[in-house]
Structures are given as structure tokens and as C-alpha cells.
């Protein structure tokens, strides 16, 4: 079964340091994995998707990398700013799942001092 | 462009009342959903899917059913809430399975 981790649950960073944002999964046959934000009460607004081919994806000042042989991905913030805090949510869709289902993380939660 | 759209955004009901929860997509077709719940402390749980018109698969036993009455309508119904029915509730669609997924901005349902 495939389970989906994220630490730290928490972090709390001055404003305009660069950060890496963590998420590991225990069953390497992944269709994709897709990076979220969710703010306090909202939806989930998707950041970027990396295929099980790719090694990484860049938007802006947001990089996701993808190791899938072990298991992990990270996202990396470059100089963040207060508009950053949010959650961020990592899934992965497995092979052979659900159509399309994707299994997520319970997120870590950023706070972005001024 | 696509869009997704979910209403009501908050809703406090009684035990043992029925509910109906709505999602549309536009600027697609054919696309596949999702109904998702997010409780707290606890992640994402998907609860029903759909690949097409009528079609519904469940995920988990539970006191909610699904409908898909047209190709981008899917509808979250129960005959009657218990109160462990409360949470937050989460239409998605991708399109193909190697494509994002996209969420709607949700419905906080809470039963009382």
C-alpha cells in the first residue's frame, strides 16, 4: 500500500531564504507525482506535476525534483516571501490504481516571516 | 481555458438531513472526476471517481453516493448525515492520466 510522507510537518523561515520542502513514498511504481498549495480554507492549487520519466520541473522560483528509485521528491523555494505561507501537499499516482487517484501527504505547512 | 467550479463553499446541516454537493467543470470534455474529503489531521481521502457519463466507482464503504448526470456534472448526495459526515470536501478532474490534476475551492460541511 502506498503511503506518502512529508517532513517537516512545520517550518518557519525568514523572508527571501531559499528552502526544500520534503516528501518520500514507499512504492517506487508511480504513474507521476504532483506538488499543491492549499491556503487556510481553500482548494488545492496544483504547482507542478513531474512524470515518472522526469527527473524535474521548474515554475518560477519553485523546483520539484524526483528520485524515483528512492523513493523521494523535493520542492525547492527560492527566495521566499510572505505570500508563499501556505501548505504544501505532495501525490503520487500509482500504476494500477484507482483511474487517476492519487495518494497524498498530510503536508507541511509554511510560514514566511516578513 | 478549463475551469472548475464547486458550491456550496460552507454548509451546516442537521443529522439525518440529505445532502447535495455539486461540481462542474467547463472548457473541457469528457474529463475524469473526483470526490475528494480531507478531515482533520488526516489527508486527502478519495471517496468516488468517474471516467464517464454514469459511471461511479467508491472507494470506501460510506453513508455518501456519487452521480454523474452529464459529462463535466458530478454530484456528492447523502439521504442522511451522520456527524462524522462533517469535513471538507474536494472536487478534482484531470483530463488524461498522465496530466495535472485540478481541485475545485471546496465545500466545508459541517454537521450538527
Known amino acids: 500500500k502506498q503511503e506518502v510522507t512529508q517532513i517537516p510537518a512545520a517550518l518557519s523561515v525568514p523572508e527571501g531564504e531559499n528552502l526544500v520542502l520534503n516528501c518520500s513514498f514507499t512504492?517506487?511504481?508511480?504513474?507521476?507525482l504532483q506538488w499543491f498549495r492549499q491556503d487556510p480554507g481553500k482548494g488545492l492549487t496544483s504547482l507542478l506535476l513531474?512524470?515518472?520519466?522526469?527527473r524535474e520541473q521548474t515554475s518560477g522560483r519553485l523546483n520539484a525534483s524526483l528520485d524515483k528509485s528512492s523513493g523521494r521528491s523535493t520542492l525547492y523555494i527560492a527566495a521566499s516571501q510572505p505570500g508563499d505561507s501556505a501548505t504544501y501537499l505532495c501525490?503520487?499516482?500509482?500504476?494500477?490504481?484507482?483511474?487517476?487517484?492519487?495518494?497524498f501527504g498530510k503536508g507541511t505547512k509554511l510560514s514566511v516571516k516578513p | 481555458s478549463q475551469t472548475i467550479h464547486q458550491w456550496p463553499a460552507t454548509l451546516v446541516q442537521p443529522v439525518g438531513s440529505p445532502l447535495s454537493l455539486e461540481c462542474t467543470v467547463e472548457g473541457t470534455s469528457n474529463p475524469n472526476l473526483y470526490w475528494y474529503r480531507q478531515a482533520a489531521g488526516r489527508g486527502l481521502q478519495l471517496l468516488f471517481y468517474s471516467v464517464g457519463i454514469g459511471q461511479i466507482s467508491s472507494e470506501v464503504p460510506q453513508n455518501l453516493s456519487a452521480s454523474r448526470p452529464q459529462d463535466r456534472q458530478f454530484i456528492l448526495s447523502s439521504k442522511k448525515l451522520l456527524l462524522s459526515d462533517s469535513g471538507f470536501y474536494l472536487c478534482?478532474?484531470?483530463?488524461?492520466?498522465?496530466?495535472?490534476?485540478?481541485f475545485g475551492q471546496g465545500t466545508r460541511l459541517t454537521v450538527v
Open positions: 513531474i512524470q515518472s520519466s522526469q
Open positions: 501525490a503520487v499516482m500509482n500504476y494500477g490504481g484507482s483511474q487517476g487517484n492519487l495518494i
Open positions: 478534482a478532474w484531470r483530463q488524461l492520466l498522465n496530466t495535472e490534476a485540478f
Open positions: 512504492d517506487s511504481a508511480i504513474y507521476n
